[in-house]
């Protein structure tokens, strides 16, 4: 079994942020993300961490950032820790497969989600309103199922908790109108190419989110991209509309701390070892069949 690193620390290299999953750190003007093991249901961070997560999470970023290079520039400078400036080599047993030098951005505070079915936040809107983020959808669609065309639905960036969705127009107020038109054509473009692809390798792309940034004036992808955190993947072989689906991400952790008495608050508790195996091996097969490498 691969060893689990759920917390960084590399001495003498400034740490700027700590989130559910990633550890931030500046290096000469760019930034060093290092994707842990730590996983997270209902915003808490679990007590153990998952075998692999953290290389699934990066690997996977980097397979998308290629295969989009032709349609959107990214933010990345390497993944070779080799090359790496050379202060942070002694930490290369943290570093290796799970980080990424990449340009210091610019974000733009809006979350760039694109949703081709229904579920998750959206199943709860249209169910309230017949309606996502303020564009109304035709009566009578199921829980995951197919909506007529992709759709693009912000969300504000929340500092904790959960991100909240936002009409297009909420979203042009904060950004302004030309760069939010400008991202929603980019989040739908790249939704299309990626699911296109992933309907090759058997696996329906259900919805996903994007963060974008400003790097010398270049609109650039930023952060991760196209992976099991950040994305609804469902096996295609047994998909069935009418509720939930099987998925490729922490749905299984998500499903076992339903059955607990647990009033999701920190601290959270512990995961057995059934789950965090399964969930492990659920990561892995999603990188196996979207990438076709081992990891």
């Not at 550890?23 to 730590?38: C, E, F, H, K, P």
């Not at 739908?188 to 090759?200: C, F, G, P, R």
């Not at 196209?226 to 099987?246: F, N």
């Not at 892995?284 to 990891?295: H, N, Q």
Request: charged residues 25%; contains cysteine.
């Amino acid at each position: 079994m691969a060893s689990v690193i759920t917390t960084t620390s590399l001495p003498g290299v400034e740490r700027i942020a700590s989130g559910k999953v990633r550890d931030v750190y500046s290096v000469d003007g760019d930034l060093l993300i290092i994707a842990t093991d730590r996983i997270s249901a209902f915003d808490c961070i679990l007590p153990q961490g998952i075998p692999n997560k953290g290389r699934v999470l990066t690997r996977m970023s980097l397979f998308w950032f290629d295969y989009l290079s032709g349609t959107v520039p990214n933010h990345l400078i390497t993944a070779d820790v080799n090359r790496y400036p050379a202060h942070l080599l002694p930490f290369r047993d943290q570093l290796e497969g799970r980080s990424m030098l990449v340009k210091r951005c610019r974000m733009e505070p809006v979350e760039c989600v694109a949703r081709g079915y229904v579920s998750g936040s959206g199943w709860k809107d249209y169910k309230k309103n017949g309606a996502i983020c303020g564009i109304p959808l035709p009566p009578g669609l199921l829980e995951s199922g197919k909506l007529p065309e992709p759709i693009f639905t912000p969300a504000s960036k929340a500092e904790s908790g959960h991100d909240e969705n936002i009409s297009f127009e909420a979203a042009a107020k904060t950004i302004g109108h030309d760069t939010a038109v400008r991202l929603r054509d980019l989040t739908l473009l790249i939704y299309e190419k990626a699911s296109q692809h992933a309907q090759s390798c058997g696996i329906i792309l259900a919805d996903t989110k994007f963060e974008f940034g400003w790097h010398e004036g270049n609109l650039l992808l930023a952060d991760e991209v196209l992976t099991p955190d950040s994305s609804r993947y469902w096996p295609r072989d047994t998909y069935s509309p009418g509720g939930p689906q099987k998925s490729f991400d922490k749905q299984f952790v998500r499903d076992y701390l339903e059955t607990l008495d647990w009033n999701k608050q920190p601290p959270a508790p512990p995961l057995p070892a059934d789950v965090i195996e399964k969930t492990s091996m659920k990561y892995i097969e999603a990188y196996k069949r979207l990438t076709g490498r081992d990891l």
